[in-house]
């Protein structure tokens, strides 16, 4: 992996893992390749392939069994996760609504004060 693409290496590697999983070289229920297999192959540190596979676990789309493999247990985009980040969009969006009227509101009464000194 020698993209230079501003993005962190281990979402570049979490991406093509998931594409792979939803490709179908890795279906629900089979290992994904060892971390240092996926190392040679992505061309990246023990770390980034580790963070990769965290981003994925924190996803629900695989599982570890400590002292023996990571598992393929959901295709990308079925997890519950997927719910929660986009409730997450739309309380942003809220939040980035109600800031906005806020930060309009502010500035109006700051340009009232400002005409209300500026008067001689």
């Known amino acids: 992996m020698t993209e230079h693409t501003g993005r962190p290496k281990y979402l570049q590697v979490a991406d093509e893992l998931r594409r792979a999983i939803r490709a179908g070289s890795y279906p629900v229920g089979s290992e ?8 040679r192959t992505f061309e990246v540190s023990t770390t980034v392939v580790r963070a990769a596979v965290r981003e994925l ?3 629900g789309v695989v599982q570890g069994q400590p002292g023996k493999a990571v598992y393929v247990t959901a295709e990308p985009g079925e997890t519950p996760d997927d719910t929660d980040r986009s409730d997450l969009a739309v309380r942003l969006r809220e939040l980035e609504d109600r800031t906005s009227t806020a930060l309009a509101a502010l500035e109006a009464r700051v340009t009232e004060l400002e005409g209300r000194t500026s008067r001689p």
């Open 32 to 39: 994904l390749p060892s971390t240092s297999q996926l190392t």
């Open 57 to 59: 676990r924190q996803e």
